[in-house]
């Protein structure tokens, strides 16, 4: 189990270029381009979503990985919330290892009583472009995602637009967060902090 914090800013598609050339700036490099592909589960009563937890399955350039973050809090773009990601064999979930993970950290979660239930009910897939960068003595992976969120439903494809910017600390002090997030908000005025996650947009896409 990891807490992970991050910041999550909305990126205006006509800002997508100026961010670019700012982390390629500041990093001195070119990010570094992957695909994830993204299926969230849940029950047919939304156990998962009422609980403010979130199960998803990813397909990253390194395999398939499973992910389940518990409550947690937003404010001002800040995300912070307890996350177990631990990889899996191939395009299916492995509920027991999880709930092994999860009892072992003493968490109570609504995951045991979702697990017999569940399905896939929307997916997020999106290109993200990498950055690892040093701020203020701490370690901040700077990402661009630019995609989709898609929902079917009643046979009918709902679909919602990604273009965000993500700041996750991977060591040192909080604060370096609030730093960089501060220095793109000059640079990129139509930048905005965004409390909603994609998880949490895939459910307001699911129920329209």
């Not at 009422?50 to 992910?67: F, I, N």
Request: glycine share 6%; charged share 30%.
């Amino acid at each position: 189990m990891a807490i992970e914090r991050e910041i999550k800013l909305a990126l205006p598609r006509d800002q997508v270029d100026a961010a670019l050339r700012l982390f390629e700036a500041r990093a001195g490099a070119p990010g570094r381009e992957v695909r994830l592909e993204n299926i969230y589960f849940d029950t047919p009563s939304l156990v998962l979503a009422r609980a403010k937890s979130a199960l998803r399955l990813r397909r990253a350039p390194e395999g398939w990985l499973q992910t389940f973050k518990t409550v947690g809090v937003a404010q001002n773009g800040l995300h912070a919330r307890h996350e177990w990601e631990m990889p899996v064999a191939g395009e299916a979930l492995e509920i027991d290892k999880l709930l092994h993970e999860c009892d072992e950290a003493g968490v109570s979660t609504a995951l045991s009583d979702a697990a017999a239930n569940l399905i896939p009910l929307f997916r997020t897939d999106f290109t993200r472009t990498l950055w690892t960068l040093q701020v203020e003595g701490a370690e901040v992976e700077a990402a661009i995602d630019q995609g989709d969120i898609t929902a079917d439903v009643n046979g009918e494809t709902r679909r919602a637009p990604i273009c965000e910017i993500e700041l996750e600390l991977k060591a040192g002090d909080e604060a370096a967060l609030h730093t960089l997030a501060a220095e793109l908000a000059k640079a990129l005025p139509g930048l905005a902090p965004d409390d909603i996650s994609k998880a949490q947009r895939g459910y307001t896409l699911r129920e329209g």
